[in-house]
């Protein structure tokens, strides 16, 4: 089975704050992506990545950054947290022509 | 501008009769399409999945239908079970890279 691991389910921040969402996928997988999800907006792409240090921005990519050093690890950074950025992180994996896997995300709060 | 759109944001069901979900797309584009589940707090699961090439996909209780020339996607799921109580996404790809994702549609089932 696919496992995709984000490392916080649950996280409280505050303005301004630096903020690091991990996932960690085990099978290999070429595509990796970050999405979040709200309330009548469904999923909305942020980044995505094909390869190890290769990024690629999505439908929403401003106030964050990614990093992808290693094939399994792509990482979700909020340089400076704002109340806008509450929010559920969904992190996914795929690899070629193939469905999304999903971890279970993270719940971030901004206060 | 939404590319895939569920314009049902929630829908009751009762046990053992037909759940029918629906999806329209805009971009003729798209030639991969899938259905996701989700619960509160969890991530998303992936259910079904249809190429353009076919119109109709099958797997237990769950059926996917795709009429390209209305650009219109439809899940079914018969009988429905009170844990099929959830939210559903529709997702649609070209060539299984980006995937754009409706605002979902919160399906209940009562017993």
């Known amino acids: 089975d696919v496992k995709v691991t984000q490392s916080s389910r649950y996280l409280v921040k505050r303005t301004g704050e630096k903020v690091f969402l991990e996932c960690v996928q085990d099978m290999d997988h070429e595509n990796m992506f970050w999405y979040r999800q709200d309330p009548g907006l469904g999923l909305r792409l942020i980044y995505f990545?094909?390869?190890?240090?290769?990024?690629e921005k999505g439908d929403i990519p401003e106030g964050y950054s990614v990093s992808r050093e290693k094939k399994e690890r792509f990482s979700l950074i909020l340089e400076s947290a704002s109340t806008n950025q509450t929010s559920m992180y969904l992190c996914?994996?795929?690899?070629?022509?193939?469905?999304?896997?999903f971890g279970e995300g993270s719940r971030l709060t901004v206060l | 501008d939404q590319q895939v759109k569920q314009n049902s944001p929630s829908l009751s069901v009762q046990e053992g009769r037909i759940s029918i979900l629906n999806c329209d797309y805009t971009n003729s584009m798209f030639d991969y399409f899938l259905w996701y589940k989700k619960y509160p707090a969890e991530g998303p699961t992936f259910l079904i999945s249809i190429s353009s090439i076919k119109d109709k996909n099958e797997d237990g209780r769950f059926t996917v239908f795709l009429n390209k020339s209305a650009k219109h996607l439809s899940l079914h799921i018969v009988p429905s079970q009170p844990g099929d109580s959830a939210v559903y996404f529709c997702?649609?790809?070209?060539?299984?890279?980006?995937?754009?994702f409706g605002t979902g549609t919160s399906l209940t089932v009562i017993p």
């Open positions: 990545s094909y390869d190890v240090k290769m990024k």
């Open positions: 996914a994996s795929s690899f070629g022509y193939s469905e999304l896997f």
């Open positions: 997702a649609a790809s070209i060539t299984g890279n980006q995937f754009y």
